[in-house]
């Protein structure tokens, strides 16, 4: 069951690579950037969409930054609790 599961995820990552790569090559042409200032920018639509994508992801961390140190300095504000181990096994029924 455990190489099964590898092998599944193995599959699916050559799938996942198969698919962005054909999208890659189906989105090859130049596309041309503009900016500010006169700088034009000539590269294949793909890198564009793969900086766009990027860029999104890290805008996506950064706005979770506040979120998660917030939440790391109330975890370590907060008194840790021990709870009673109520795990142990009855010795005293019987057939035990």
């Known amino acids: 069951m455990k190489n099964l599961t590898r092998y599944l ?4 990552k050559v799938a996942l690579f198969l698919l962005v790569l054909g999208f890659a090559l189906k989105n090859s042409h130049t596309a041309t950037f ?11 639509l793909i ?9 999104g992801a890290v805008t996506g961390v950064v706005a979770l930054l506040p979120t998660l140190f917030r939440l790391r300095r109330e975890l370590a504000r907060k008194p840790r609790l021990l709870e009673p181990d109520t795990t142990t096994i009855p010795t005293d029924l019987p057939g035990v």
């Not at 995820?9 to 699916?12: F, S, T, V």
């Open 9 to 12: 995820g193995l599959a699916a």
């Open 47 to 55: 890198v564009l969409l793969g900086l766009a994508f990027l860029l």
């Open 34 to 44: 503009y900016s500010y200032l006169g700088y034009v920018w000539q590269v294949p």
